[in-house]
């Protein structure tokens, strides 16, 4: 069977109408109906019923999801692994958003070499720093085992766990309140801060780096909006402190993984990865 086909089931099941599969898949919805013609007509049986408010699957369409995403799933990790040199080790492949490397993965990292876990499993650890968008896609095609994201991304073979809940405050130095400093922390972020904040986001000082942003202003003054468990120290010793009546955004962190993607060792990461959440230590660093 053509694994296109199966694609496009899980595509429309998780869009829920052609029209918005056709977009997310970049093919025509005529292209989508043809698809799913053929695979009906492979499997004898209807899949989905179409209405005006889009497309739900039948009864048999239910029983075929398991098999579908076990299909793509096996094809793109075949893909993945014949690409690879039969004596490298295996991979456990994470990746995570701009802000959330530093220090949730640095920390889980440290711990399963701390107890030399990567090492006994012979397993190599590929971490990949990456735009949101390019991980959902990465996820999705197999070539990931888990990724740390700031929005959840429903798709019918992912597994979406809320990792932690943070937000992000207004705060501004005690002893010098300019320059404004603007931190990109994500699409998200961008659209509730247009959406309630009367200033432009371009002001003094821009950036994608939180902690870089936080020295210029503990050094120089400033203000802008930063993560609560890193300036929550600043706030207690009087260095900082929060600006008055400015909203609050939420910020959380989720964990998403593909449930065919189950191994030991993303079992041990994720198990390692929700202790280190835990912690609010090194957060405030």
């Known amino acids: 069977m053509d694994i296109q ?47 005006r408010a889009g497309a739900t699957l039948t009864q048999e369409g239910e029983r075929f999801v ?41 920390e889980t990292i440290n711990q399963l070499h701390s107890e030399q876990y990567l090492e006994k499993q012979n397993i190599v650890f590929d971490a990949r720093i990456e735009e949101e ?12 085992d888990a990724v740390l994201v700031h929005k959840p991304h429903y798709r019918s073979n992912f597994v979406v766990e809320l990792l932690m809940e943070e937000k992000l405050i207004h705060v501004q130095s005690t002893k010098e309140p300019k320059p404004n400093l603007f931190i990109d922390w994500g699409e998200e972020f961008k659209t509730q801060y247009d959406a309630v904040l009367p200033h432009p986001r371009q002001q003094g000082f821009k950036t994608n780096l939180g902690p ?33 009546a400015a909203p609050e955004f939420s910020y959380p962190v989720y964990l998403l993984y593909s449930e065919q993607a189950a191994s030991s060792a993303l079992s041990r990461f994720i198990e390692v990865l929700k202790q280190q959440s835990k912690r609010l230590d090194f957060w405030a660093v």
């Not at 968008?133 to 990931?144: A, E, R, T």
Request: some cysteine; aromatic content about 6%.
């Open 212 to 244: 870089l942003a936080l020295r210029v202003m503990l050094g120089q003054g400033g203000n802008g909006y930063f993560r609560t468990r890193v300036v929550q120290k600043y706030l207690d010793n009087g260095e900082l402190e929060i600006v008055r």
């Open 133 to 144: 968008s390019l991980l959902i896609k990465q996820l999705d095609q197999g070539l990931l």
């Open 5 to 51: 086909l199966a694609k496009t089931f899980l595509e429309i099941m998780s869009a829920g109408s052609f029209q918005e599969a056709a977009k997310r898949l970049h093919v025509t919805q005529t292209t989508v109906t043809a698809r799913v013609k053929s695979l009906e007509e492979l499997l004898d049986c209807r899949l989905f019923i179409r209405n």
């Open 66 to 106: 398991e098999h579908a995403k076990n299909l793509v799933f096996t094809w793109q990790r075949a893909k993945l692994e014949l690409s690879k040199p039969s004596e490298i080790a295996p991979a456990l492949v994470v990746g995570v958003e701009n802000s959330l490397w530093n220090p949730l993965l640095v």
